[in-house]
């Protein structure tokens, strides 16, 4: 850490005067908004805070007292704070974290957040006779028991019973994957099955929620026939795992299952997040024969390119890497629950505070909600795999290069994918930037198709249903230039973009429709377990 102040300090000392002027500039500015404030309270006898628009005092309570000028006081504060920070004129990644922790900083002191000087849970204790303190208390000691606060009614839960419930069987298991093949929902079947592979880093039903979400379900009513991986959740014995496994015994084995029960060598594989950047590590080493096997490669909001990660950037760079490197090696995994509350930390009043308040402050039961659930069923990476995705990918940006990185035995390239490859970004993901995954493009050699949808990392892409979808989503630009000009130049359409690439499949990879099969599986590759499996109940 004193390492890290000096780089700092000696960033600072070189900035020219501007900096410090700037910052001069809102020091002033908030003395003296602060001596107005106070000195209108002084002589109007009651705080003469101006009007917000934060959500966070929204609430008739904040008006009355003491409490205008306290909120007031603080969004002074936490506004020159933040401005300070962003005016420190730093090399970038040093800004950006900068800025970003600042704003962390701000929002942790938000007086809403204690009870002592929030007006809400005050008011309501009264209320209550004391009910709601005595039920936040109880909320929180049970969080405490779970190690992490609840966002969501997980009782109200349970996958394979109102969670991931479309019909089908695993049909093949390894020690890290489980394949389940869907019984179809249609007379007759498009011939060309479509593979999904999920990310590891989440668990894989988030494609199959409930019946109004289920883009499974949806494949099928549209006469598709589905197959989907299950990464199974790893424990420290498979701490030493790395890409070559999950690629070969993963996605490799995954393919061989699905051509030969389908009979089909024209798959038409799908990945999403990580999941699609391993679909293109595989693809890129992938034998000739297995990719003979295969029609069409999708990916949604995936990176190939990692210059610009997006806000994941601030936790990676070489000192948060290395002083996590001690707990990957304690561990032997990097725990599920460590991924999901860096991600919480991009959004911490709408995915922390939020919660911090209604929970323990209120002492209100938060309500059930789906997405939300499978987002707190975390799941763990490797050692080994974590380590290489997050040093050879996110900080040295060697996917993207041909021959920088070698899986499986073979320098990887990825313009070796020849295949037609649609890719679908979502202009409000925060964990994969659209105008960095449309540099995908350039860096295959097939036909490409990309799509850009309106929503965010999960509600733009595979929460996306035509039934009741409030999406738009842009297609056809030129993808010749760069992001802006593809942007440009595309065609806005409303709804979901689910119809849309279904279409793209039958124009790239044209296939018959005939009889659904009478039974799921082969004799090679026989039901053993009902879906979703057992592997997606392994907990962390």
């Not at 050879?392 to 920088?404: D, I, S, T, V």
């Not at 230039?481 to 130049?489: I, K, S």
Request: proline letters at 5%; one cysteine or more; charged letters at 20%.
């Amino acid at each position: 850490m004193s390492k890290d102040l000096f780089k700092l300090f000696e960033a600072m000392r070189k900035t020219d005067n501007s900096v410090f002027m700037d910052w001069a500039n809102t020091m002033l500015r908030y003395q003296s908004d602060m001596a107005k404030l106070w000195l209108g309270t002084a002589l109007h006898g009651e705080a003469a805070a101006a009007e917000t628009q934060d959500r966070r005092f929204g609430d008739e309570a904040w008006s009355k007292g003491i409490f205008p000028i306290l909120r007031h006081s603080y969004e002074l504060t936490s506004k020159a704070m933040v401005d300070m920070a962003d005016k420190a004129g730093l090399p970038e990644q040093e800004q950006e974290k900068l800025s970003f922790y600042a704003r962390i900083a701000a929002d942790n002191m938000a007086p809403s957040n204690f009870l002592l000087t929030n007006p809400e849970a005050q008011q309501l204790a009264k209320e209550t006779g004391g009910q709601s303190l005595f039920d936040g208390y109880q909320n929180l000691l049970a969080d405490l028991e779970k190690g992490y606060i609840s966002t969501t009614d997980e009782e109200a839960f349970e996958v394979g019973k109102n969670l991931a419930t479309t019909p089908g069987a695993v049909i093949y298991r390894n020690h890290l994957i489980e394949l389940i093949q869907y019984e179809p929902m249609t007379a007759k079947t498009r011939k060309a099955p479509i593979l999904i592979v999920p990310p590891c880093v989440n668990k894989f039903y988030i494609f199959d929620l409930n019946e109004k979400k289920s883009m499974i379900r949806y494949l099928l009513e549209q006469g598709q026939s589905v197959y989907t991986m299950v990464w199974r959740n790893p424990g420290p014995e498979l701490g030493d795992l790395g890409w070559d496994e999950y690629i070969a015994d993963g996605i490799f084995e995954a393919i061989n299952a699905t051509s030969a029960v389908s009979k089909s060598k024209s798959i038409d594989i799908l990945g999403w997040c990580n999941g699609g950047t391993m679909l293109t590590a595989a693809l890129a080493v992938m034998p000739k024969a297995l990719k003979s096997k295969l029609g069409t490669a999708t990916f949604l909001s995936s990176l190939i390119d990692f210059s610009d990660p997006g806000q994941i950037r601030v936790f990676i760079d070489d000192t948060q890497v290395k002083a996590y490197d001690q707990r990957l090696k304690a561990e032997k995994v990097a725990p599920g629950r460590d991924i999901a509350n860096a991600m919480a930390m991009l959004h911490v009043n709408e995915s922390i505070w939020n919660f911090v308040v209604s929970n323990y402050l209120m002492g209100k039961s938060p309500a059930p909600f789906d997405v939300l659930y499978w987002n707190a069923d975390t799941q763990n990476l490797p050692a080994k795999w974590y380590s290489y995705f997050v040093e050879e990918m996110y900080m040295a940006n060697r996917l993207k290069e041909p021959g920088a990185l070698t899986l499986c035995g073979t320098p990887v390239d990825t313009r070796n994918i020849d295949l037609p490859c649609y890719f679908l970004a979502a202009d409000g993901d925060h964990i994969v930037p659209w105008k960095t995954s449309f540099t995908a493009t350039h860096l295959v050699s097939g036909p490409t198709e990309f799509v850009l949808t309106t929503g965010g990392h999960v509600s733009g892409t595979v929460i996306n249903h035509p039934a009741k979808s409030r999406r738009k989503f842009w297609t056809g630009g030129e993808t010749t230039g760069d992001a802006d000009n593809w942007h440009e130049t595309a065609t806005l359409t409303d709804g979901s973009w689910w119809p849309h690439w279904l279409d793209w499949l039958d124009t790239q990879n044209p296939a018959e429709r005939g009889a659904k099969p009478k039974a799921l599986g082969n004799k090679t590759y026989a039901p053993m377990d009902p879906a979703p499996g057992i592997y997606v109940h392994e907990g962390v």
